[in-house]
């Protein structure tokens, strides 16, 4: 069973920037695509990026240009470098595995005030 653990969530500016890291458990990292994804109160959790084994990117549009995924499978982490955040970005992150998704961790908070 693979297991996720999300960190670096914090309460922090509009304008501001924090760092997301997920460790992931077991050998399957490496060649897996790993995705961040976030719900926000009362809202149904939504995709905000994933990055193939490759290191091929992509994002929902709302963070384009403001959020950057990166993996290390050196560590089996996989990253989330989030910078001009805004008041809407506010929610629990959460990593997981687009394409074989496991159970879901606890998730990081951020919350971003005006």
């Known amino acids: 069973q693979v297991q996720l653990v999300e960190s670096g969530g914090g309460l922090v500016q509009a304008g501001g920037s924090l760092r997301l890291s997920c460790a992931v458990s077991g050998s399957i990292f490496r060649a897996n695509a790993m995705g961040w994804y976030r719900q926000a109160p009362g809202k149904q959790r939504e995709f905000v990026a994933t990055i193939t084994s490759s290191g091929t990117t992509s994002y929902r549009d709302s963070v384009k240009g403001r959020f950057t995924i990166s993996r290390d499978n050196g560590k089996n982490t996989v990253y989330l470098q989030m910078n001009s955040l805004k008041p809407e970005d506010t929610a629990v992150y959460y990593c997981?595995?687009?394409?074989?998704?496991?159970?879901w961790g606890q998730g990081t908070q951020v919350t971003v005030s005006a």
């Open positions: 997981n595995l687009p394409n074989r998704f496991s159970s």
